[in-house]
């Protein structure tokens, strides 16, 4: 399952004004910067699978929720959390966080070919 969602990150971000500057100067193509992110996209979704910890949330306030295109988003204020890897650590307190949550079950509808992102693949889709 590949979304967007990590484009919204720092290092998304990050990339994304450094290829659009390339793209200004001519540097890369637009199928190329389109590779690119779905390269991207699907490198961070792959990463994350294998991050095995898992973080509960101890106090906090629910801030605002949205559930839209089978997407939640939820914000909470002042939370604290507790990781855990091999044994409970407690973590400071977090001022806001935001929390997004796909459904890991809709790659046919994102990506109803099952194509992986390849050149041939971008060119084809820019046409």
């Known amino acids: 399952m590949v979304y967007q969602v990590y484009r919204a990150t720092t ?18 193509t637009e199928q190329l910067v389109h590779f690119v992110l779905a390269t991207f ?15 509960e949330i101890k106090d906090g306030k629910l801030r605002a929720y949205r559930y839209c295109d089978n997407v939640w ?31 890991g079950n809709m790659e046919k509808l994102l990506n109803p070919f099952g194509t992986e992102p390849t050149m041939e693949n971008s060119k084809k889709r820019s046409r």
């Open 11 to 28: 290092l998304g971000l990050a990339l994304q004004a450094t290829l659009e500057e390339l793209l200004r100067e001519g540097i890369l």
């Open 41 to 55: 996209d699907k490198c961070m979704t792959n990463g994350f699978k294998r991050v095995h910890n898992k973080v």
């Open 73 to 103: 988003t939820l914000i909470l204020d002042n939370m604290g959390i507790i990781e855990r890897r091999f044994s409970a650590i407690e973590g400071g307190p977090i001022d806001r966080i935001k929390i997004v949550a796909c459904d």
